[in-house]
């Protein structure tokens, strides 16, 4: 069973910087493709950003391409999401999520993940 936990969130002003870690159990980070997701209150879960199990090819959401990226260290065992020019509409729960070891591919849908953390809140206040 992998366990994720999600750190570094938290309210920040409109054009702040963020950096979210996700630190996972075991081999995870090196063994999973992994990604990022995100929830707004009233809102269906969203895609944020995957990396591939070998963590040679990354994609983030086509509207957040420009501001956000995603990274991991398998030394380390951590997932990453940068995140820059935060605006409010970025305010959510972001959650931090891994693939069953089989799939090398990263995925956009959220059925595609087998492991999820509990997530971290990001407010972005204007």
């Known amino acids: 069973q992998v366990q994720l936990v999600e750190s570094g969130g938290g309210l920040v002003q409109t054009g702040a910087s963020l950096r979210l870690s996700c630190a996972a159990s075991g081999r995870a980070v090196s063994d999973n493709a992994m990604g990022w997701f995100r929830q707004a209150p009233g809102k269906e879960r969203e895609f944020v950003a995957t990396i591939v199990r070998d963590g040679d090819a990354t994609y983030v959401a086509d509207s957040l391409q420009v501001r956000f990226s995603i990274s991991k260290d398998s030394a380390k065992n951590t997932l990453y999401l940068e995140m820059h020019n935060l605006k409010p509409e970025d305010s959510a729960v972001y959650y931090c999520?891994?693939?069953?070891?089989?799939?090398?591919?990263?995925?956009?849908?959220?059925?595609?993940?087998?492991?999820w953390g509990r997530g971290t809140q990001v407010t972005v206040s204007s």
């Open positions: 999520a891994a693939r069953r070891e089989t799939y090398a591919l990263g995925s956009v849908s959220a059925d595609g993940y087998a492991y």
